[in-house]
Each structure stands twice: as structure tokens, then as C-alpha cells.
Nanobody
Framework: QVQLVESGGGLVQTGGSLRLSCAAS????????IYWFRQAPGKERESVAA????????YLADTAKGRFTISRDNAKNTVYLQMNSLKPEDTAVYYC????????????????WGKGTLVTVSS
């Protein structure tokens, strides 16, 4: 069993930065690839980023490339999403998910989900 808790969301102005954290419980954190998703009001959930079990492989959606960075610290059971140059269209609830095995960029069939953290970017 893995429990995921997101944090770091908040209100930021256009062009600002936030760092989201996804903290996991359990001693098998390094067995899971971790994914970040977001869902804006009235829109479908979309993939944002993913990171392999070791952290050596990462994926960023086109909307995140050049602005967001995903990383992980397995000693702290935490994955980070550094978001820079934020835009109003980045406003959404951000969720992390965990799935055992190798990372695959395009998938949303997570074994575990967090409850999300709200990011609001004002114009």
C-alpha cells in the first residue's frame, strides 16, 4: 500500500514559480514510477510529467517542456515538480500517481493516487 500526498500548490502570478511535492508512505517507493497529472475546471485530466523508479528517466508533456522539471529523492520518498514561467492556463488541480514498474509516458492507469493540490496562476 502506498499513500501519496501532494503539497506546494497555491496562488502565483503569471511568470512565477512553484515547486510541488508528492510525498509517499511505504518502504517500496523506489519500486514505483511516479506521474504528475492536472485537471483544470471543465477539462479532462491530462498528463504533465513522469519519472522512472531510479529518476534516470523523465517525461514531460509538450505543455511542460522548457518550463517544468520533475525529479525524485528516493531517500525522502518524494517526487518534485518544479514549475517555472507559470501561465494562467497552468491553473489546475495537480495530482500525483504511482504505478509499479517501468515508466511509460502516456498512461493514466495508476495504482495509487494522491488527493491533489490546487495551483492558481493569476494574470
Amino acid at each position: 500500500q502506498v499513500q501519496l500526498v501532494e503539497s506546494g500548490g497555491g496562488l502565483v502570478q503569471t511568470g512565477g514559480s512553484l515547486r510541488l511535492s508528492c510525498a509517499a508512505s511505504g518502504r517500496t517507493f523506489s519500486s514505483y514510477s511516479i506521474y504528475w497529472f492536472r485537471q483544470a475546471p471543465g477539462k479532462e485530466r491530462e498528463s504533465v510529467a513522469a519519472i522512472s523508479r531510479s529518476g534516470g528517466g523523465t517525461y514531460l508533456a509538450d505543455t511542460a517542456k522548457g518550463r517544468f522539471t520533475i525529479s525524485r529523492d528516493n531517500a525522502k520518498n518524494t517526487v518534485y515538480l518544479q514549475m517555472n514561467s507559470l501561465k494562467p492556463e497552468d491553473t489546475a488541480v495537480y495530482y500525483c500517481g504511482a504505478r509499479s514498474g517501468s515508466v511509460a509516458p502516456i498512461r493514466d492507469d495508476m495504482e495509487y493516487w494522491g488527493k491533489g493540490t490546487l495551483v492558481t496562476v493569476s494574470s
